[in-house]
């Protein structure tokens, strides 16, 4: 077992550790070639398929010599121009044709005024397509999230405020338009990627999408259940 420090588990490098994901355990040798980049080919799909597959993947982002990392644990599939809730829906313009090009690629962009949203492509080049984060679970850089959060992280609630919410995530891991739109998240030179570390969540749920208004209804949320970390109503 790992040792606990202020309730949280640590996560020493090149150790066998046991972690929580959500209900469920399970055992990772963090920073070791376990931690597997996605490829194109992985995004090259429909964004529902991208979406499910995504939970329990670990977004990554390299700070200088420090490696953050949190577990995705909540995304929304958006489908492109038959979508009204799209970017898309309207066409193709200068601020959302990264969802046109190929997959792989970081999509940002600002919504209300105050944060970040953090998006994949998907489908093949030319098509539009893509998958907003909505949550995270944070295993590694904590004290690097919660400085660029502005969050002292003391107790679970605390840890909870660093990633939970599109906003929230992307700030944790220093995401924005001018540093990231763009990015291809599958090249080994980029500073921020999606890897794949053996972990298979045991149930995915899907519910409608939150926080819009146009097709609302759709069920293309995706969540790994009883996590405390989703945002909005949780699923048991």
Not at 84 to 111: K, Q
Request: net charge positive; with cysteine; glycine share 10%.
């Amino acid at each position: 077992m790992a040792p606990e420090r202020r309730g949280f588990p640590t996560t020493p490098p090149r150790r066998l550790v046991m972690m929580r994901a959500g209900s469920h355990r399970l055992h990772v040798n963090r920073h070791s070639p376990m931690l597997q980049r996605l490829k194109r080919d992985f995004y090259d799909r429909d964004p529902q398929s991208v979406s499910r597959e995504l939970l329990g993947k670990v977004l990554v982002r390299r700070e200088g010599t420090q490696l953050l990392e949190a577990r995705v644990v909540e995304v929304e599939a958006y489908l492109g121009e038959g979508d009204p809730a799209a970017h898309a829906a309207a066409g193709r313009t200068a601020r959302n044709d990264v969802l046109f090009g190929p997959p792989g690629h970081a999509y940002v962009y600002f919504i209300y005024g105050n944060h970040w949203c953090f998006n994949v492509s998907c489908l093949p080049d030319g098509i539009a397509g893509g998958v907003l984060f909505r949550a995270l679970e944070p295993v590694e850089g904590i004290p690097v999230m919660a400085r660029a959060r502005g969050v002292s992280v003391k107790t679970d609630r605390e840890l909870r405020l660093l990633t939970t919410g599109p906003g929230r995530l992307a700030e944790a891991f220093g995401i924005t338009r001018e540093r990231d739109n763009g990015k291809d998240l599958t090249s080994p030179k980029s500073d921020l990627w999606l890897a794949d570390d053996g972990f298979r969540p045991e149930r995915v749920a899907t519910t409608v999408r939150i926080g819009i208004t146009k097709a609302a209804e759709m069920p293309l949320r995706y969540v790994i259940p009883g996590n405390r970390f989703l945002s909005g109503q949780k699923i048991g």
